[in-house]
């Protein structure tokens, strides 16, 4: 079954370290999110991509990088953690033409 | 920008119905969703709405206004189950057949017994 998954799921690191979350999708959909999820904002966005070599920064994008060299991966770079980045992020996809996205289990991350 | 306002919890009783809102305020709107978020899971999809009116799946139903900007989730027959965070998202065309979505903060239902 096409499904997309996260790893890891869950990370502990320190602040000042680079971490790198990745999303594979199986389903052959053109467009990936980024979100990140915390009490009292709900879902924000990240970065999202329309295709491979095509990224965009959403609403909170300072801190955070992503590249696209093909269409199953988004993987998320945090350059240099920072407290303020602990959350749960969530990677998500829809198919080209369509809005209906798919989110993938998610990955708790905690800056020390 | 967008700004998309629903009750941060409410609470019902099981095999009673519950009606959450949404209204929102947005330019370039496609159209509107509902997503179920169980604790510590990620959010499934519930329903989709594009042009006014209500769309029933189930015990799930959901409406749209566009003219008000307003929406609702309807749950009836509810189960313990359908404890959860229940998000509204607004899909906004970004161009080249594209779309994001933009979601309110949730709702956290908590059915008791």
């Known amino acids: 079954d096409a499904e997309i998954t996260q790893s890891p799921r869950h990370k502990i690191t320190e602040t000042g370290r680079q971490v790198t979350l990745a999303c594979h999708q199986t389903?052959?959909?053109?467009?990936m999110f980024w979100y990140r999820q915390d009490l009292g904002h709900g879902l924000r966005l990240i970065h999202y991509s329309y295709g491979v070599q095509d990224t965009n920064k959403g609403e909170v994008s300072d801190g955070y990088s992503v590249s696209r060299s093909n269409t199953e991966d988004l993987p998320l770079t945090l350059e240099s953690a920072a407290s303020s980045q602990t959350s749960v992020y969530f990677c998500a996809s829809s198919d080209y033409g369509r809005d209906t996205q798919y989110f993938g289990p998610g990955t708790r991350l905690t800056v020390l | 920008g967008q700004n998309i306002d629903q009750p941060t919890e409410m609470t019902a009783t099981e095999g009673a119905i519950v009606q959450i809102n949404c209204t929102y305020q947005?330019?370039?709107?496609?159209?509107l969703f509902w997503y179920q978020q169980h604790a510590g899971e990620a959010p499934t999809f519930l329903s989709y709405?594009?042009?006014?009116g209500l769309e029933e799946k189930g015990r799930f139903s959901s409406f749209l206004s566009r003219s008000k900007g307003y929406s609702y989730l309807l749950l009836k027959e509810l189960q313990m189950k359908d404890s959860a965070s229940y998000l509204c998202a607004v899909s906004l065309a970004s161009g080249a057949g594209s779309y994001q979505l933009t979601f309110g903060k949730g709702t956290k239902l908590s059915v008791i017994p």
């Open positions: 389903w052959n959909h053109n467009n």
């Open positions: 709405n594009v042009l006014d």
């Open positions: 947005t330019s370039g709107f496609n159209g």
